[in-house]
């Protein structure tokens, strides 16, 4: 074995997954594609950590515990995150995608038995009976092959789970979007005055059609640092369809299509919002921002009225009070919350597919539904599920490496140790 455990994938949830399995005393090979951690959050410039608190009336609390908060409250020491900032009928940790990137290249460097690959793609799977025995993933140096006892996949888009054959669901999915820099804002004017009428604005330009808005809503979320915000405004469509970021001259499209949207939101940023006068398009992520592709058809599937009716499962690996967010259909986002004060949770079922036995998928390719997954994919959320996958590996590695074997209860026990909130 070259590890106990591989996760592919080092965004919020394979992160999570990575440290923790280390954590547990497993040895862990992190295969990243890009050369940097963060996944969304930090490729994609994902503005605000979602799915951290819940909010009860005036009362803003953590949801989650573990990784995720420590993660949050590390951040916000080194003032690159601050909040809770009420959103809604919840609340959300705005941050700077260059502080979570940093911090991650710390943790992997600091928990013992986690080695990390980085540049590293997983492009093909070995399945032996109902086990995924050999993955093989292409480095700068050439393709080579990784075997280990159980494996995590954290890919966003479940890569390995649909190369290994496990059931998948790809349709329908949600816009993606490409969220951008802008430099030289005066924050305080915008922030003030400014926020107050971009939705006003926004509704003005659509009915004169004097800008190709491509959303009926959207954000600019400060950084806090000085004159710097991300505008959060895209949306990316293809004959009025979401595009299907697994295919591979779609995803093209999206990601040219999401520089050019880029240009005229800023231009309409400068020309109608107050304080974005003197402002300019400082740069685009290196990557567009992908809400879902594949999700697996697990042993649950996690549904919308598990959302919205609360739903608290015996074998819950996480709460969630995230609201269904659908970017599905035409210009306007769709957001159905649970219960006010209330959260959901997230059943291990939803970690494991039906056919493979040692393999667990983390993060917003898990088995759901889209409106489930609409909820289920902000990256709190993310990291807890990553977290708990971690978890179960590192405790089915320590066997034969089946993770359906493992009880809940003693799952649930750990991660409660640990700090999560169940
Ligand atoms: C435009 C946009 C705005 C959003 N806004 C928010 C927000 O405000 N707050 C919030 O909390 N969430 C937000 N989200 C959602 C959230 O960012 C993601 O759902 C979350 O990051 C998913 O985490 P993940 O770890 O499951 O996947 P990802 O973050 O997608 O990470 C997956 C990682 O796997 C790697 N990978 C993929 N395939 C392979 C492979 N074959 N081999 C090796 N590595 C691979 C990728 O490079 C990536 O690093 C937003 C998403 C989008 C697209």
């Known amino acids: 074995m070259d590890a106990d455990i591989v996760v592919i994938g080092g965004g919020p949830a394979g992160m999570a997954a990575a440290r923790a399995g280390a954590e547990e005393g497993a ?44 993660c949050a409250e590390t951040l916000k020491e080194r003032g690159q995150a601050f909040g809770p900032v009420p959103w809604e009928q919840t609340a959300v940790l705005p941050h700077v995608p260059w502080g979570l990137k940093k911090l991650y290249d710390e943790w992997s460097e600091s928990a013992s038995g986690l080695e990390l ?71 305080g004017e915008a922030l003030g005055a400014g926020l107050a009428t971009l939705q006003t604005l926004i509704g003005d330009a ?24 991300i505008v959060a405004m895209g ?32 231009g309409f940023l400068r020309e109608k919002m107050p304080g974005f006068g003197e402002a300019y398009l400082a740069d685009t992520p290196c990557r567009v921002g992908i809400r879902s592709t594949r999700r697996l058809v697990g042993r649950y599937v996690l549904t919308r009225g598990d959302v919205l009716e609360a739903a608290d499962f015996p074998d819950g690996i996480c709460h969630s009070a995230w609201p269904v967010e659908l970017h599905a259909e035409g210009k306007v986002t769709v957001l159905e919350f649970p219960p006010p004060g209330k959260s959901y949770t997230v059943p291990f079922g939803c970690l494991l597919p039906q056919e493979v036995d040692n393999l667990l998928v983390a993060g917003r390719c898990l088995s759901a539904t889209p409106e489930g997954q609409a909820s289920a994919r902000v990256s709190a959320t993310c990291m807890a599920m990553g977290e708990a996958a971690g978890v179960a590996a590192a405790m089915a590695s320590r066997e034969d490496g089946d993770v359906c074997a493992l009880d809940s209860e003693d799952l649930r026990a750990r991660l409660m140790e640990r700090g999560a909130i169940l």
């Open 235 to 266: 949306r990316i469509s293809l004959q009025g369809r979401p595009v299907d970021c697994t295919n591979a001259e779609e995803l093209t499209y999206a990601e040219l299509e999401g520089r050019r949207q880029a240009v005229v939101l800023a």
């Open 117 to 187: 690959l980085l540049q590293a793609c997983l492009c093909g799977v070995t399945v032996e009976g109902r086990c995924v025995s050999t993955l093989r993933v292409l480095t700068r140096g050439g393709e080579r092959d990784v075997k280990a006892r159980t494996f995590v996949d954290a890919s966003g888009d479940g890569d390995l789970a649909y190369m290994a054959g496990a059931s998948m669901e790809g349709s329908p999915v949600q816009f993606p979007s490409m969220n951008f820099y802008m430099h030289n804002v005066n924050v």
């Open 206 to 229: 659509l009915e004169t059609g004097e800008y190709d808005l491509p959303r009926s809503g959207g954000a600019v979320i400060p950084t806090m640092r000085p004159g710097e915000v």
């Open 27 to 70: 040895r862990v090979l992190l295969v990243e594609k890009c050369g940097f951690l963060g996944g969304s959050l930090t490729a994609s410039l994902v503005g605000t950590i979602g799915g951290l608190f819940l909010k009860d009336g005036e009362a803003i609390d953590y949801v989650v515990g573990g990784l995720a908060r420590e």
